[in-house]
């Protein structure tokens, strides 16, 4: 291991960290790393799954978190004081608000990002900046052109980003890969996946009692679908999540707005098919615009454009 902090090797950072992060996944971070190794991280960001990230790397043999970075600093004592990292004894982190101290700390190897998704790349790029290696949430970035300037800094850096899929680093994704590779099982010809999330927090809403065996789709409908929903100062605006066919459209959705305060719907506005994606908002001239993706079945997928009437923004 390198006598400066700051000189840890690309590879040496990856070996640590990408094997260690698949390995809290897969519950065994202990046959990882060995006593000798030592990362030094900061979490920036340490709600929800910044907390999660945080206490899983907190366990491994080898990480020390050396500090938490967050803009409210109202969770930082619930969050140094975690009764799941009671018995880790290297588990004693200092605190930052910004997350430009973060990267001025010599001591830290890398960082892991879990902020609101609009600032992944941007402390990412500053991280590498910096000289540290990045483990950044998902998405990493919002545009290609974020991409390929993390993609040169990385280079040209000679430090490691990667974001936070981490169940790439699964040693069983590696045999399959190999066993693609030596054709042990023929052509591929399909591939189908299932995924499935327990919810174990007896405080989590979706364990209240109250809701159980209830239905609560977003719009009205069935719930089959992981689109979501706009919220803009006075109404609640979503999508049909199914297409269909009435007497005064032809076959399609539509995209309905609905009064925040008491929920009846003051507007709809017929589309081609069914939303597939969370609608949007932009501002143009102006002029305030709601984004929807739309598409399914046999209707390729496209995006929608509404203006929204000025007495509604």
Known sequence: MATDRNEMSRRQFTATTSFAAAAVVAGGASRVLGANDRVVLASIGIRGQGDALKQGFAKIPGVEIKTLCDIDENLFARRANDPELKDVATFKPGYAKDLRRVFDDKDIDGVIVATPNHWHALASIWALQAG???LCEKPLCLSVREIAELAKLRDR??????????????????????????????????????????????????????????????????????VGLLVTKTLVISGDIQSTTTPEHPRGAMLRA?????????????????QSGSP????HNGRQYIVVAIGGGNFPGELLAFALPQTQQ
């Open 157 to 226: 850096s000679g430090r490691h980003i990667e974001e936070a899929f981490v169940y790439r680093n699964h040693p069983q994704w590696a045999r399959i890969e190999e066993l693609l590779r030596d054709d042990a099982i023929g052509r591929v010809r399909a591939v189908q996946g299932t995924m499935a999330k327990q919810f174990l927090d007896p405080n989590d809403i979706r364990n209240n009692p109250a809701l159980r065996g209830l239905n609560i789709p977003k719009t009205g409908q069935p719930a089959v679908s992981g």
């Open 258 to 274: 609905y009064d925040k305060m008491t929920g009846e719907q003051v507007g709809a506005v017929w589309m081609p098919s069914q």
């Open 280 to 283: 949007m908002t932009y501002l």
């Open 132 to 134: 540290k290696h990045v």
